[in-house]
């Protein structure tokens, strides 16, 4: 059997915990009471997604987030000038630069670098100026990869989305070996790598296998578990099924 990087991490997203919240615009479930809990169930990392519409996630929540979290604060954001100064006033331990459309119900897809090279290369030199590291939430295309690397970012996030959505074990096997390829690209060129998006129980094995990969960020179905069993169990086997045991 195949082995994960000995040193793979975790990293688990707890906007849903928000989204509950927000459905009926009351104080509960707190998204910091679940990042406790996730921690506890061997969570590596926190992360979220600060929307520009704040459909889930609220300000109040990173601030206190920055200040609770024992493991590291991963802030997913558009590059917005809106975003960057939130980012600069509460310094996670470092930003996933994503794409995001209002009307979308999650995210679709990588985030273009190589059409809005300018702007966001200027985005990076200011948060990595301010020692906050940056991911580029992107699809495994080389020259989306190539242009990452050369924003000066230090990582990427790979898009598991069209993998995670693949309709036969054919096409999934395709979009696996183009991550693997998208990987190996990037850590020749010294990018370090990440990925997730879609990423359940059962398909996360061949991406946690995949060679270099440093940490997977994933959500709605640890969430989704953590309804009916709990979410420190929950985080605890998603960590079995990263390494084939569950």
């Known amino acids: 059997m195949v082995s994960p990087n000995p040193r793979l991490t975790l990293g688990v997203n707890i906007d849903h915990v928000a989204t509950i919240r927000q459905a009926r615009r009351t104080v509960e479930p707190d998204p910091v009471a679940a990042a406790t809990l996730a921690e506890l169930g061997g969570a590596d990392g926190i992360t979220v997604h600060l929307r520009e519409d704040r459909r889930h996630i609220q300000d109040r929540d ?3 987030l920055r200040q609770t979290v024992q493991s590291h604060l991963n802030l997913e954001m558009a590059p917005t000038a809106e ?17 995001e459309k209002r009307e979308e119900i999650t995210t679709e897809g990588g985030i273009d670098i190589v059409g809005n090279f300018a702007r966001f290369e200027e985005v990076v030199d200011q948060l990595q100026g301010a020692g906050i590291p940056v991911s580029w939430f992107i699809d495994a295309e080389l020259e989306q990869i190539e242009a990452a690397q050369k924003t000066g970012a230090q990582f ?23 991550l693997k390829t998208g990987a190996k690209q990037a850590i020749a060129l010294g990018l370090r790598v990440n990925a997730g998006h879609g990423l ?3 398909n996360v094995y061949p991406v ?11 959500g709605h179905t640890i969430i989704s578990r953590a309804v009916l ?4 169990r929950a985080v605890r086997e998603m960590k079995l099924a990263m390494w084939g045991q569950l």
């Open 62 to 64: 990173v601030k206190i």
């Open 208 to 218: 946690a296998c995949i060679e270099g990969m440093e940490e997977l960020n994933i």
């Open 156 to 178: 990427i996030e790979l898009h598991t989305g069209k993998y995670a959505e693949a309709q036969d074990s054919d096409q999934q096997q395709a979009e696996l070996a183009t």
């Open 200 to 202: 359940t129980y059962r």
């Open 229 to 232: 069993v709990g979410l420190e």
């Open 83 to 99: 975003m960057v100064a939130i980012a600069l006033d509460i310094k996670p331990d470092y930003v996933t630069l994503v794409p």
